[in-house]
């Protein structure tokens, strides 16, 4: 039976302004986890696309190369060359991601999301069945008041409850922000997470669930924290960024040791990617959906 889960997190931004602070997060994320011994973020594709229900968007796909940095429960049954596949259909404010996985072919994830701009109060924005819906289990992240599982990635100054951002004047949050704070817009994601075998469905699939609610927690605290970074941003210096990232991602991947190709040492390389970070590894880029 396929686990699924229905993420709402909630942001003190526009739907409109979420979508340029989502990119440049996403963007930013990619270069910082991808290192220089061959593990990281590779972006395949990257190109404009249309849909007949959604109309045009983006068509992004990407390997996630981790084989070193899974759990070593993980490591022991698959191979050396290890990579998650990524595709995703970004047709703002509606996205679809779906994962899978280089080796074992019953390992799926697939996440639909629709962004609105309300505190989290529909209960069916994404236009789920009666079966869906009586099957999903909602959740609720709190960006500033949740705690991250890992505590090494916490940073006060991306502490929603400590930031103040000098362009928006937004922040920091206070208890029951979700119910006062003006602008707010929330981010709806229903997560399916798939591992059909034997003995490892249902301590994968609480594994894949557990990873992505961490990471979105952990993105989502970020893309507010960083909003002095995006902010002012259209959607076309976004996209430039994006190129910019893509071209110095790819080149960090091919690179031994993190050298760049001017020889200098590239040191940007996330400390969150250390062996044995479960968390971190399996969902490196699951924020790319939003």
């Not at 280089?102 to 789920?128: A, M, R, W």
């Not at 909602?138 to 008041?145: G, M, N, T, V």
């Not at 609610?213 to 994006?242: C, K, N, P, S």
């Amino acid at each position: 039976m396929v686990l699924t889960k229905e993420y709402r997190i909630c942001m003190p931004l526009t739907c409109e302004e979420y979508q340029i602070g989502q990119l440049y997060m996403i963007a930013r994320h990619s270069l910082e986890q991808t290192s220089g011994d061959g593990e990281g973020v590779e972006i395949v594709t990257n190109e404009p696309c249309e849909d007949p229900e959604h109309g045009k968007g983006q068509y992004t796909e990407k390997r996630i190369h981790l084989s070193s940095r899974l759990p070593y429960w993980i490591q022991s049954i698959c191979p050396r060359v290890f990579y998650v596949t990524e595709k995703s259909w970004n047709f703002f404010p509606f996205t679809k991601t779906e994962y899978t996985c280089s080796f074992v072919p019953k390992l799926n994830v697939s996440i639909q999301t629709k962004y609105e701009n309300n505190n989290g109060s529909s209960d069916n924005c994404l236009h789920l069945s009666e079966e869906k819906l009586n099957s999903r289990i909602i959740e609720s992240i709190d960006i500033a008041f949740d705690e991250l599982v890992n505590n090494k990635h916490y940073k006060r100054e991306e502490d929603p409850k400590f930031f103040k951002s000098t362009k928006t004047n937004r922040g920091p949050l206070v208890e029951g922000w979700r119910e006062t704070d003006k602008p707010i817009m929330c981010s709806y994601k229903l997560v399916d997470a798939s591992f059909e075998v034997f003995l490892l469905q249902s301590k994968v699939e609480d594994f894949i669930q557990r990873s992505i609610r961490d990471v979105l927690l952990l993105g989502h605290r970020q893309a507010f924290a960083w909003v002095d970074e995006w902010f002012g941003m259209t959607i076309e210096d976004v996209r430039a960024y994006e190129r910019k990232i893509q071209e110095e991602t790819n080149n960090k991947l091919k690179q031994p040791n993190g050298i760049t190709e001017n020889g200098a040492a590239n040191n940007t390389c996330d400390n969150s990617l250390e062996k044995g970070a479960p968390e971190e590894a399996l969902s490196t880029n699951l924020e790319n959906n939003g």
